[in-house]
DNA sequence: CGGACCACCTA
DNA sequence: GTAGGTGGTCCGG
């Protein structure tokens, strides 16, 4: 490598956005509430290239006021980009300062683009000798690589590439850089509103420049080519010229190349780290210390080099990997989440790891023997489904030690995979060997088709990470990338996209299987320790220990006890609704005078607004089409029969697809019966839900509906359904937790709550309140759980906006302690980031101190409603799971089945009823002390709807 | 065939 | 105004 000087031109906002999306899912958000995932994002980069290249020269080039040259040319360059997310225009402010600390150059000017200020820059300094290179991720660059000017492109995954002439040449299929511009022009780029020639896309371009050379030679040839293809070419010659011009990078900005001022001399470090401590980085201030305090030698961790070209700016050292075979896995990189170099990350590729898969009989027999001979065990296992109830093993994997594990394929006789089992079982049912995984909920699920019980103390890192942060996924990949770097392979690698050409775990090699297995289970283990600590920190251990993860078991035995299902009653009733809703469909053609889709809202907008012009100004969607809403449409419908109509055949509809001709298919054939999933892990407020399929939305409200609840019929006729109800638990809830001594005193006293709000805030004996006024006190009830708004109380009363809020004026009056009680909790979120339910159930609120008041309203609404939904939500999980614990303890044959938030559904052995009765209210009403007592109503049928 | 959008079901 | 899930249409790869 020659000793020539290096000038690198960092495109600012290219890297910004870059790293503001790399943290999307993830934000980083501060304790003042700052996101500040653009500014790491973008430092973690400009580092990284620090460190890597230690440039001599360097400068960061940013935007200003968009290109006015282009708009001029055409006005609609960039006109459909969306409006720059906050996060990153408060970032800008702050990179600058850092960048003015570090003694960098920003190089900006009023109506160029970066684009044009490196272009000019890398021409100037190529003149004086200098090596440049242009670090982005934008291909447009690659018209302006010379022999001497360089792409250094950042590659999604970790790393970097360098482009040069011969890689440009090849990427894009051009004889020399400069075609780039023809072929930018020819394809257009929908992201900056460069038009591109009708019909052309990357494939086509590229043929078009092999062919002609360029756009000019195109236009000048179109008679070489033929059909559709030659007019539309013809036809937008002019656009294609433009977005040509528009494609192409300036070289004539008015700024100046200074090698002084460029050169990269060294920070000021004090106050680089001031500003990182107010943005509260750590572990980017010790990064940025060692870039430029230290030796220079702190390379880069593992970087997953990508197309290694003979343009690398430096040589590589050698990488340093970790001296033992499993230092390197999970040793002293241990990154605590807290910020990441998303572009660097690591794999099984480049981690060093001992994966094996356990074989012979012999093996198998040795390895069960050490497992037996472990505390603590992470394993996972691969199925041939994600239908527990389907699934048959295909391998379980195995980890103590983090880098190291074990994997023991199952054969797919299933008289052979039962004997092979039989080995664990030992291991399995050890109370005194903690079992780890993620999502256990599974694996206990799979185990117990096997007749094998998981006992002992359970870690589940799914369950762990919701409780650290609930508003995040907590899919294995996200949590490994997110807080251990690392990149697990993907399921689609090995057995393909889901679809017609899926394979099965099944068909997979045993190595590969091995590798993905054990890796999974691997990480699963390393996470443990990771969230182990965090739950610790954030005191939701004991919530893990007593709530979640027994809970976990819980919900493993109601989802394979599932609940019976009355198909023949269903089917009658799909066919009563078929020939209703046929009688409707008529009836609506008939008077929209064509037939038309009823169930397509754009088609029957049309219908309504157009043609049959019911309203003078139709609302509309936020997408621009006719909204045809049910708040809508049933403002019309007493003057429209067609209206009326037009909502009778939605419902019957609804009702029809979604509950009375959809459950009868997912009966599970093995058992006869549905077994629904319950999510434990997807509501940010705690609550659980419920899919394949959702028994927590059975229609209950209008007659037609409920008729749907008849059809969950107990096991036989020998027992009964039972439901459970809280009354009104969350009223109760922010009653006890404000401390509103009239409302207590109203539950004391057993009062219906809503006629008791109206009698005092309508100032009339609780005898004499009206059907309205105990509705409209209903509404405000509610209301004040979901985060009060005048707005939303008026939308859903007949009250106007002014009334609405006098009513909440009077209503805080007669609730002083209410009111006081959402302050506080919003205060406090603003202090804490946090809010907490009464077990210490956390929800963090970034947007609590949001400058936009909407969003910053959403957040505080949160705020309100999460600690009430949440705390229901831990309330009915402590007596689900010692309602489960007392039925397996006294042998009963009753079993829980549903949870409906603030319901619980049973099928009860009729011999042991009032036994039931008093063991399932009792647990109910007792499960958590409030200063206002709970309650619990029982009902009894012959199914869900008789027992409601 | 997957994702966005709309509409509608529950607590 | 809170928290969820599912089914239908429509559009684009």
Redesign the pocket.
């Known amino acids: 490598m020659s000793d020539q000087k290096r000038l690198f031109l960092v495109d600012a906002y290219a890297l910004i956005f870059r790293g503001y999306y790399a943290f999307i899912k993830n934000p980083r958000i501060n304790s003042k509430g700052e996101d500040t995932s653009a500014i790491m994002g973008f430092m973690n980069s400009l580092l990284d290239v620090i460190k890597r290249e230690r440039p001599d020269h360097l400068a960061v080039c940013f935007d200003k006021g968009g290109s006015s040259d282009r708009v001029e040319m055409y006005e609609a360059y960039k006109a459909n980009r969306d409006e720059t997310p906050e996060g990153i225009r408060t970032a800008v402010p702050h990179i600058h300062n850092i960048l003015k600390a570090m003694h960098i150059p920003i190089l900006e000017k009023e109506g160029y683009e970066a684009d044009d200020i490196i272009g000019t820059l890398s021409r100037q300094a190529e003149k004086e000798g200098y090596k440049v290179f242009m670090v982005t991720p934008d291909k447009d660059f690659a018209q302006l690589v010379t022999d001497n000017i360089f792409m250094y492109k950042p590659v999604f995954g970790g790393g970097y590439e360098t482009w040069g002439i011969p890689e440009v040449k090849k990427k894009f299929e051009v004889e020399k850089p400069e075609q780039v511009i023809d072929f930018l022009g020819m394809m257009g780029d929908s992201s900056d509103n460069i038009p591109g020639l009708p019909g052309v896309g990357e494939k086509t371009a590229k043929k078009f420049i092999n062919q002609f050379g360029s756009m000019e030679g195109l236009l000048a040839n179109t008679d070489q080519l033929k059909g559709k293809m030659k007019e539309k070419i013809e036809a937008n010659g002019e656009l294609g010229v433009l977005s040509k011009e528009l494609a192409r990078i300036m070289l004539d900005v008015p700024v100046t190349f200074d090698a002084k001022d460029f050169e990269l001399d060294h920070p000021d470090i004090e106050k680089v780290k001031e500003i990182f401590q107010d943005l509260e980085f750590r572990r980017l201030t010790e990064n940025f210390i060692k870039t430029f305090n230290g030796n220079g030698e702190t390379t880069v961790a593992t970087p997953t080099e990508t197309n290694k070209t003979e343009n690398k700016p430096t040589p590589k050292k050698p990488q340093s990997a970790g001296a033992g075979q499993f230092s390197l896995f999970g040793g002293g990189d241990n990154n605590d989440g807290e910020e990441t170099n998303q572009y660097v990350r690591k794999t099984a590729e480049t981690t060093s790891h001992f994966y094996q898969s356990v074989a012979s009989v012999m093996a198998t027999k040795l390895f069960v023997k050490n497992l037996l001979n472990q505390t603590s065990v992470c394993f996972d296992t691969e199925t041939t489904s994600i239908n527990p109830l389907q699934a048959e093993l295909v391998g379980i994997a195995f980890s103590w030690e983090a880098g190291k594990g074990f994997y023991v394929p199952f054969p797919e006789d299933k008289n052979e995979a039962q004997i092979l089992i039989e080995e664990f079982r030992p291991f399995f049912e050890d109370e005194n060997i903690e079992k780890i995984g993620q999502n256990l909920k599974y694996d206990i699920k799979v185990l117990a088709k096997y007749n094998i019980e998981v006992k002992g103390k359970l870690f589940d890192t799914m369950l762990a990470h919701y409780l650290i942060n609930?508003?995040m996924r907590h899919n294995m990949d996200v949590l490994a990338e997110t807080y251990l770097n690392y990149t697990p392979i993907s399921i689609t690698e090995l057995i393909g996209?889901?679809?017609?050409n899926q394979l099965s775990m099944r068909d997979v090699p045993i190595e590969k299987q091995t590798e993905y297995a054990v890796e999974d289970a691997d990480i699963t283990l390393q996470l443990k320790e990771h969230f182990e600590k965090e739950l610790g920190e954030a005191n939701t251990q004991k919530l893990f220990d007593e709530i979640e993860v027994p809970l976990l078991r819980v919900l493993a035995s109601m989802e394979l006890e599932g609940i019976n299902l009355d198909i023949e009653f269903l089917n009658a009733l799909a066919e009563e609704l078929n020939d209703d809703i046929q009688n409707l469909e008529q009836k609506i053609y008939d008077e929209a005078g064509e037939e038309f889709?009823i169930?397509?809202?754009?088609?029957?907008?049309v219908i309504l607004f157009e043609k049959l012009k019911l309203v003078d100004k139709p609302k509309k969607?936020?997408?621009?089409?006719?909204?045809?809403?049910?708040?809508?449409?049933s403002y019309l419908a007493k003057d429209h029969e067609i209206v009326q109509h037009i909502?009778d055949y939605?419902?019957l509809?609804?009702?029809k697809?979604?509950y009375v001709?959809?459950l009868p298919?997912?009966v599970e054939p093995h058992t006869g019966r549905v077994h629904t999933d319950y999510?434990q892990t997807?509501?940010?407020?705690g609550?659980l839900?419920?899919?394949?399929?959702?028994l927590?939305?059975?229609?209950?409200?209008?007659e037609r509906?409920?008729q749907v609840r008849k059809a969950f019929i107990p096991r036989d006729e020998n027992y009964t359904l039972l439901a459970a109800d809280?009354s009104q638990i969350e009223l109760r809830i922010i009653a006890a937790l404000s401390k509103e001594e009239t409302m207590i005193e109203a539950f004391r006293n057993g009062e219906d709550i809503h006629a008791s709000t109206a009698s005092k805030v309508f100032n009339v004996p609780i005898s004499e309140v009206t059907r309205e006024q105990r509705g409209n006190a209903k509404?405000?009830n509610?209301?004040?759980?979901?985060?009060?708004?005048a707005?939303?109380?008026s939308?859903?009363?007949n009250l106007t906006r002014s009334e609405s809020k006098e009513l909440i004026d009077t209503y805080y009056a007669t609730y002083p302690k209410l009111r006081i009680y959402i302050q506080d909790q919003v205060d406090f979120a603003r202090d804490n980031g946090y809010v907490q339910t009464v077990l210490g159930r956390r929800r963090y609120l970034k947007d609590i101190n949001s400058r936009n008041a909407v969003v910053r309203g959403?957040a505080e609404?949160?705020a309100v409603?999460?600690p009430i939904?949440g705390s229901a939500a831990d309330i009915i999980k402590i007596a689900m799971i010692r309602i489960h614990d007392k039925l397996k303890a006294g042998k009963f044959k009753s079993k829980m089945l549903l949870q409906?938030?603030?319901?619980l559904v049973f099928d009860i052995y009729r011999p042991e009823l009032e036994d039931m009765k008093v063991l399932i209210k009792t647990e109910m009403e007792n499960a958590y002390k409030l200063e206002v007592p709970l309650d619990v109503e029982l009902d009894i049928g012959d199914n869900w709807l008789e027992a409601h």
């Open positions: 609930p508003d996209k889901k679809g017609k889709n169930a397509s809202p754009k088609q029957l907008g969607t936020k997408t621009g089409q006719y909204s045809t809403a049910e708040d809508v449409l909502l939605r419902g509809s609804k009702l697809s979604t001709d959809a298919n997912q999510m997807v509501a940010a407020t609550r839900s419920s899919n394949n399929p959702n927590q939305n059975i229609p209950i409200r209008t509906g409920r809280y509404t405000v509610f209301g004040i759980i979901y985060g009060v708004s707005f939303g109380l939308n859903q009363t959403a609404r949160n409603n999460a939904q409906v938030h603030d319901e």
